[in-house]
């Protein structure tokens, strides 16, 4: 049922056309959002029925009233979706569910950042209130999973991932428009699916070979839909802990590359210029360049990017971060590795405590294999600064990990620095280590392990 487009979706796509709908939405109301979602739907001309099992995965890195309040997608975004799914498109009024028998099996499937509890973030997210809305919440460590062979990975050979994320009819991605310095610059479509990973999957080969590793996982999580929370966007900071700003807008795209093309032009980025988007290029997943793309809606993305032009993303070089500790980088440098996730702990440090990081005491944090002494007081950040010839004998600190955590990091800088950053609380280290292993622990003795069930492929 493709369409006619609205009166007021401007643009002169025909058929054929990979389209990219932006919508104009400036308030988190579900009554407005729908109808744009829907018009986004005609726009692109979707004429897939709602109908089966739908898989719907938002970002849901980690969400927290005070420190993480603008990084995942929205429940009231989400509220929109929903119904938009439980409806029968087009025919029935916003909101209206469609027939009891027809109705689809809508169930919303996250795993959030490493270390942490998913539950504990549906809730703090607010995403509880889709149960009312019809959706099953799925958090993927608990819940049964399938181990599923990749034959197209250049990272991955098989994965493991909820099976709710490959028993499924329809893959709609729902992400957060946000920049993020571990995949320059930017998080939208395609990077949404490293969430699907469990942590120890999510964590392999993090490093140089991040790009690769995200465009494997569109074999096996290849939305069919996208509907993008881009009323708010997360951005200039650390990927969890970086301030909102209101952008007004709404993606509505069946395409994931052609969607992180036009996201990445909102954001002033070049889309070609984006690791992930070059490779999923490359590894022909279509569009080849953004010029085959057709923005329809009504807003483009010149009128969205005077509204960022000012915005700084936050991403450079982690040496050239400005602060009193002295970074010495080495070889190799890992944008999606320790380089990436050091810089992302310095923006998260200044986006929750800005006063106190200019206070703190002078040292040096080394991160890749370097050939200098870089005297003391220095930490060592990954494998690779351990192994640099000079410093490996001299007993210094280091924070092991291929790339480590963020959680590693924090804890590491905060016990041998005694840096306290904005994320040790005292809710979020109940949610880290008594919380989640009690849930793990709950869906093992209920026979929900957290291990895999069954080979697929
Ligand atoms: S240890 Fe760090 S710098 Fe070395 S390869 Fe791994 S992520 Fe890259």
Request: proline residues 7%.
């Given at each position: 049922?493709?369409?006619?487009?609205?009166?007021?979706?401007?643009?002169?796509?025909?058929?054929?056309?990979?389209?990219?709908?932006?919508?104009?939405?400036?308030?988190?109301?579900?009554?407005?959002?729908?109808?744009?979602?829907?018009?986004?739907?005609?726009?692109?001309?979707?004429?897939?029925?709602?109908?089966?099992?739908?898989t719907v995965k938002p970002n849901g890195v980690?969400?927290?009233?005070?420190?993480?309040?603008?990084?995942?997608t929205?429940?009231?975004?989400?509220?929109?979706?929903?119904?938009?799914?439980?409806?029968?498109?087009?025919?029935?009024?916003?909101?209206?569910?469609?027939?009891?028998?027809?109705?689809?099996?809508?169930?919303?499937v996250e795993k959030c950042g490493?270390?942490?509890?998913?539950?504990?973030?549906?809730?703090?997210?607010?995403?509880?209130?889709?149960?009312?809305?019809?959706?099953?919440?799925?958090?993927a460590?608990?819940?049964?999973?399938?181990?599923v062979?990749l034959?197209t990975g250049v990272v991955h050979?098989?994965v493991t991932v909820a099976?709710?994320m490959v028993?499924r009819?329809?893959l709609v991605f729902t992400p957060k428009?946000k920049?993020n310095?571990l995949s320059?610059?930017m998080t939208a479509a395609l990077k949404l699916n490293v969430g699907t990973l469990d942590?120890?999957e999510r964590m392999y080969r993090h490093?140089?070979d991040l790009d690769d590793k995200i465009v494997d996982m569109l074999e096996i999580a290849r939305p069919d839909l996208i509907?993008t929370?881009?009323?708010?966007?997360?951005?200039?900071?650390?990927q969890?802990?970086?301030?909102?700003?209101?952008?007004?807008?709404?993606?509505?795209a069946?395409n994931p590359l052609?969607h992180d093309?036009?996201t990445?032009?909102?954001?002033?980025?070049?889309?070609?210029?984006i690791g992930h988007i070059?490779r999923a290029?490359?590894r022909?997943y279509?569009?080849?360049?953004?010029?085959?793309?057709?923005?329809?809606?009504?807003?483009?993305?010149?009128?969205?990017?005077?509204?960022?032009?000012?915005?700084?993303?936050?991403?450079?070089?982690?040496?050239?971060?400005?602060?009193?500790?002295?970074?010495?980088?080495?070889?190799?440098?890992?944008?999606g590795?320790?380089?990436?996730?050091?810089?992302?702990?310095?923006?998260?440090?200044?986006?929750?405590?800005?006063?106190?990081?200019?206070?703190?005491?002078?040292?040096?944090?080394?991160?890749?294999?370097?050939?200098?002494?870089?005297?003391?007081?220095?930490?060592?950040?990954?494998?690779?600064?351990?192994?640099?010839?000079?410093?490996?004998?001299?007993?210094?600190?280091?924070?092991?990990?291929?790339?480590?955590?963020?959680?590693?990091?924090?804890?590491?800088?905060?016990?041998?620095?005694?840096?306290?950053?904005?994320?040790?609380?005292?809710?979020?280290?109940?949610?880290?280590?008594?919380?989640?292993?009690?849930?793990?622990?709950?869906?093992?003795?209920?026979?929900?392990?957290?291990?895999?069930?069954?080979?697929?492929?």
């Amino acid at each position: 049922m493709a369409g006619q487009l609205p009166d007021n979706v401007w643009g002169n796509a025909s058929m054929g056309e990979i389209r990219v709908f932006l919508g104009r939405c400036d308030a988190y109301e579900p009554d407005m959002i729908l109808p744009i979602l829907r018009r986004g739907l005609e726009a692109i001309g979707w004429d897939r029925p709602f109908t089966g099992r739908i898989t719907v995965k938002p970002n849901g890195v980690m969400a927290h009233h005070v420190h993480a309040r603008s990084c995942y997608t929205r429940p009231e975004f989400l509220r929109a979706v929903a119904r938009l799914l439980r409806s029968a498109y087009p025919s029935e009024g916003a909101g209206s569910p469609g027939p009891g028998p027809q109705r689809p099996d809508v169930r919303l499937v996250e795993k959030c950042g490493v270390g942490q509890s998913t539950a504990r973030v549906m809730l703090r997210a607010g995403w509880t209130v889709l149960r009312g809305e019809g959706m099953r919440l799925v958090a993927a460590e608990e819940a049964p999973k399938v181990k599923v062979r990749l034959t197209t990975g250049v990272v991955h050979q098989e994965v493991t991932v909820a099976r709710d994320m490959v028993d499924r009819d329809l893959l709609v991605f729902t992400p957060k428009l946000k920049s993020n310095v571990l995949s320059h610059g930017m998080t939208a479509a395609l990077k949404l699916n490293v969430g699907t990973l469990d942590d120890r999957e999510r964590m392999y080969r993090h490093h140089y070979d991040l790009d690769d590793k995200i465009v494997d996982m569109l074999e096996i999580a290849r939305p069919d839909l996208i509907l993008t929370d881009a009323i708010e966007i997360g951005v200039g900071g650390n990927q969890m802990t970086e301030p909102g700003f209101s952008l007004g807008a709404v993606v509505v795209a069946d395409n994931p590359l052609a969607h992180d093309m036009v996201t990445s032009q909102i954001l002033g980025l070049d889309p070609l210029g984006i690791g992930h988007i070059k490779r999923a290029v490359q590894r022909g997943y279509g569009p080849a360049h953004p010029d085959e793309v057709t923005v329809v809606g009504d807003t483009t993305i010149a009128e969205l990017r005077s509204k960022t032009a000012h915005l700084n993303l936050g991403f450079m070089r982690v040496d050239q971060f400005p602060s009193p500790i002295r970074v010495v980088s080495g070889t190799p440098y890992c944008t999606g590795g320790c380089q990436g996730v050091l810089l992302d702990w310095l923006h998260m440090l200044r986006d929750r405590k800005p006063e106190y990081m200019k206070r703190l005491k002078a040292f040096t944090i080394v991160v890749g294999e370097v050939e200098e002494d870089v005297g003391r007081p220095a930490v060592l950040i990954g494998d690779c600064a351990a192994k640099s010839p000079k410093l490996a004998s001299r007993g210094l600190p280091c924070i092991r990990g291929c790339p480590p955590t963020h959680r590693s990091i924090i804890l590491g800088l905060a016990l041998t620095r005694f840096v306290v950053g904005p994320l040790i609380r005292p809710d979020l280290v109940f949610d880290s280590y008594f919380h989640r292993p009690l849930r793990l622990a709950w869906a093992r003795r209920h026979g929900r392990p957290a291990s895999w069930e069954d080979t697929r492929r």
